[in-house]
Antibody, heavy 118, light 107 residues
Framework: EVKLVESGGGLVQPGRSLKLSCAAS????????MGWVRQAPGKGLEWIGE????????NYIPSLKDKFTISRDNAQNTLYLQMSKLGSEDTAIYYC???????????WGQGVMVTVSS | DIQMTQSPASLSASLGETVTIECLAS??????LAWYQQKPGKSPQLLIY???SLNDGVPSRFSGSGSGTQYSLKINSLQSEDVSIYFC?????????FGGGTKLELK
């Protein structure tokens, strides 16, 4: 069974940084692109970015390229999202997702809440 | 970026009814269109890809259609478990973008 479990969320002050993790199991992690999608409270879905199998290609939505960094550790079957200079607009549920070869998100984690507030 | 516009934003229907949700792309996405279902308090699940291909395990009462810039999701014989928010997503050109969502409730 494919399982994705995010962790590392919580309350963070504006301007600070936070690193999310996503532990993957039930599939061959190093065979897949992985990605992050977020959902602000009561809002729609926003793609953040994606990383290929060996971390040689990482794509971001342009508006977040200078704030967020995606990485992965294939030995630990874990995906990461490093977030910096956080603002209230970054308050959201953050989902990690497995990405298919045609850029679809076929499995999602349960999501982790990040609240940016003083 | 390709903009995805969904309509309606919310929809109320009775059990057994047929409902249709629309998704309009700001440019031709050549059927590279997916639909996701997000049940209350849960993460999204992939329902349909390539505009009309059902993902594994998705009930046959769900169907997708469309081409060019206009796409739709149809649910026949609405069931209580279909109460969800539905999102469309274009996977034609990065950055991948989603519609704003359609909240489906029971009347």
């Amino acid at each position: 069974e494919v399982k994705l479990v995010e962790s590392g969320g919580g309350l963070v002050q504006p301007g600070r940084s936070l690193k999310l993790s996503c532990a993957a199991s039930g599939f061959s992690f190093n065979d897949y692109w992985m990605g992050w999608v977020r959902q602000a409270p009561g809002k729609g879905l926003e793609w953040i970015g994606e990383i290929n199998q060996d971390s040689t290609t990482i794509n971001y939505i342009p508006s977040l390229k200078d704030k967020f960094t995606i990485s992965r550790d294939n030995a630990q079957n874990t995906l990461y999202l490093q977030m910096s200079k956080l603002g209230s607009e970054d308050t959201a549920i953050y989902y990690c997702a497995r990405v298919t070869t045609i850029a679809l998100f076929d499995y999602w984690g349960q999501g982790v809440m990040v609240t940016v507030s003083s | 970026d390709i903009q995805m516009t969904q309509s309606p934003a919310s929809l109320s229907a009775s059990l057994g009814e047929t409902v249709t949700i629309e998704c309009l792309a700001s440019e031709d996405i050549y059927s590279n269109l997916a639909w996701y279902q997000q049940k209350p308090g849960k993460s999204p699940q992939l329902l349909i890809y390539y505009a009309n291909s059902l993902n594994d395990g998705v009930p046959s009462r769900f169907s997708g259609s469309g081409s060019g810039t206009q796409y739709s999701l149809k649910i026949n014989s609405l069931q209580s478990e279909d109460v969800s928010i539905y999102f469309c997503q274009q996977n034609y050109d990065s950055p991948w973008t989603f519609g704003g969502g359609t909240k489906l409730e029971l009347k």
